[in-house]
Each structure stands twice: as structure tokens, then as C-alpha cells.
T-cell receptor, first 113, second 113 residues
Framework: AQSVTQLGSHVSVSEGALVLLRCNYS??????LFWYVQYPNQGLQLLLK??????LVKGINGFEAEFKKSETSFHLTKPSAHMSDAAEYFC???????????FGTGTSLTVIP | DTGVSQNPRHKITKRGQNVTFRCDPI?????LYWYRQTLGQGPEFLTY????????KSRLLSDRFSAERPKGSFSTLEIQRTEQGDSAMYLC???????????FGPGTRLTVT
């Protein structure tokens, strides 16, 4: 089975500062990894995905994530936070032979003006 | 807008009553997933359809829960004899096979009193 752990349920950054949201995965087979964002009163939206191609993945809204097998990590970053980035972020994992997606518990990002 | 709609958006019911939710993905979504999300948690997998076939169910899904996708288009999730512990947000997601990109609907919030 697969799982993800998101370190830090709440992260606060100043506007313009680096955003770093942490995700570590557990999987006995090569994983496929995802980041989703959920704005208040909206459904989850896919930010980016890793499916065994390039280890550095670029997504929407200036976000990117790097797959590091040695660290079993898939951290989400953005060089400069914007007020509109305030939301809940979820990391998720599956495998190419599986049908279940396993989500982390989420990280709430607050951007301070 | 992901193109995935869910109805109703909110449902308040008394304990012991049956409820049914509907999910309408776009036509390209031959895969359809149901998740449950409670406060402070990520989406939890409930069940999955490939076209009209229900291929996987979570072991956490009790016998009171049933889902259908009769023509491989819309899907329904029914909860019989609701309990207070069923109170949650129920999410539906559509996916085109092989894309690993899930498009979530806005969810149905169930409150059992």
C-alpha cells in the first residue's frame, strides 16, 4: 500500500517569500505523485503530477515540485508567494497498476501581506 | 470549472434516513471515483468505476453504502440508515484512463442530525 505524510498542517509565509510545503511518501513500487489545491468552498484542483518522467515537475500558478527518490519526498515550492495562493494543499500518491489514490491530511497555507 | 457537477451541494438528514447523491462527470471521464472528506483530513477513497463497472471498493465502505454508474456516465452514491458518523463532504472525481488527472466536483456536504 502507499501513503503520504504532509509535514506541517499550517504554514504561514509573507507575500513575496518562498513557499515550501513538504510531502513524504511511502510506496513499495515506483509511485506517481500529485499536488492538489483546494480553495475555500471549491473542489480540489490538480496543481501538478509526477508520473516517472522528469523529476522536476512544473505546475500551474508558478508551483513546482521535485521527486527525490533517495529522500522519498515530493515537496512543493513556489519562489514568491502571492495572496491568492492562500488555500489548502494536498499531496497524493498512486501507482501505475493501482486504482486508489491516497491523500495526505493537507497543509493550510496562509499568506501574510 | 472542472466540468464535474455534484448534486445536491448540501444535504441535511435525520439519523436513520437514506440519502442519495449524484455526480455528473464530463463524457471523456471513463473513470469515476468517490471520496469522503472530513474536517482536517484529506479525501478518503470510497470506490471507483471504469465505465459502468465498479472495480474497487474501500474496505472502510460499510454495507450501508452503495454506488452505481448505470450507463457509464453519471454516478449515484446511496447511504442507507445514515449515522452521525456519516457527516462529511462527499467528493466525486472524473478521470480519463491513463491521464492520472482527477477532476473533482465541488462536493456534497452531508449533515446527519
Amino acid at each position: 500500500a502507499q501513503s503520504v505524510t504532509q509535514l506541517g498542517s499550517h504554514v504561514s509565509v509573507s507575500e513575496g517569500a518562498l513557499v515550501l510545503l513538504r510531502c513524504n511518501y511511502s510506496s513499495s513500487v515506483p509511485p506517481y505523485l500529485f499536488w492538489y489545491v483546494q480553495y475555500p468552498n471549491q473542489g480540489l484542483q490538480l496543481l501538478l503530477k509526477y508520473t516517472s518522467a522528469a523529476t522536476l515537475v512544473k505546475g500551474i500558478n508558478g508551483f513546482e515540485a521535485e521527486f527525490k527518490k533517495s529522500e522519498t519526498s515530493f515537496h512543493l515550492t513556489k519562489p514568491s508567494a502571492h495572496m491568492s495562493d492562500a488555500a489548502e494543499y494536498f499531496c497524493a500518491v498512486t501507482v501505475n497498476t493501482g486504482n486508489q489514490f491516497y491523500f495526505g491530511t493537507g497543509t493550510s497555507l496562509t499568506v501574510i501581506p | 470549472d472542472t466540468g464535474v457537477s455534484q448534486n445536491p451541494r448540501h444535504k441535511i438528514t435525520k439519523r436513520g434516513q437514506n440519502v442519495t447523491f449524484r455526480c455528473d462527470p464530463i463524457s471523456e471521464h471513463n473513470r469515476l471515483y468517490w471520496y469522503r472528506q472530513t474536517l482536517g483530513q484529506g479525501p478518503e477513497f470510497l470506490t471507483y468505476f471504469q465505465n459502468e463497472a465498479q472495480l474497487e471498493k474501500s474496505r472502510l465502505l460499510s454495507d450501508r453504502f452503495s454506488a452505481e454508474r448505470p450507463k457509464g456516465s453519471f454516478s449515484t452514491l446511496e447511504i442507507q440508515r445514515t449515522e452521525q458518523g456519516d457527516s462529511a463532504m462527499y467528493l466525486c472525481a472524473g478521470e480519463t484512463s491513463g491521464s492520472y488527472e482527477q477532476y473533482f466536483g465541488p462536493g456534497t456536504r452531508l449533515t446527519v442530525t
